[in-house]
């Protein structure tokens, strides 16, 4: 039966990638990959030899329509992105939402995707928490980190390495040095760390140290 499968893919080290991962990538009609020279090299390794199509944030919203009625005429297609779990801070949910909208069978393997490990890893209650992915750029940032520095649950927030300084200096200012945070970057590759500590402890490791590589931030909730 036709469906459309959301595949997640290793988020560096290629060990991470499921065995039920890389048979439903064999057994597809089309995979949709966010850049198809990067998902060509995971696929070439992995023996695999489906038909791909580019899907990524600058065409989603012309390529999805084309993509249901694909899976409406027969076809199984699977999504996956550049690294980790489609639609998490990744194109994904438009077309999840057209196919739940259109009565097709979504089907998400479980799999990789950067903030769990980040999480746990972190040492900072995960009982109960929100993501927040990337902070707004520009227009809103201040408002939303207003917003978040009364939140109470743990934060977990996706960052770059230039902006990380940014941030961390903008918690401050908004948190309070105190804040507790830990910054796990390279997860899962061969420079892989986790910093822990004040906000203010942190920002001073990465002054020293200049961040590299994809970055999650998690932040401590505010204490009632």
Known sequence: MSKLYIVPTPIGNLDDMTFRAVRVLKEVDLILAEDTRNSGKLLKHFEIGSPMQSHHMHNEHKTVEGVVRQIQNGKTVALISD????????????????????????????????????????????????????????????????????????????????KLLKTLSQIIQFFGEDRQVSVSREISKLHEETVRGTAAEVLSHFEAKAPKGEIVLIVGGKKP
């Open 83 to 162: 690294a980790g779990t489609p639609a998490i801070s990744d194109p994904g949910f438009l077309l999840t939402r057209a196919c739940v909208e259109a009565g097709i069978e979504v089907d998400c393997l479980p799999g990789a995707t950067a903030f769990v490990p980040a999480l746990v890893n972190s040492g900072l209650p995960n009982d109960k928490f929100v993501f927040e992915g990337f902070l707004p750029v520009k227009k809103g940032r201040q408002t939303r980190l207003e917003m978040l520095a009364e939140e109470t649950r743990t934060i977990i927030l996706y960052e770059s390495p230039h």
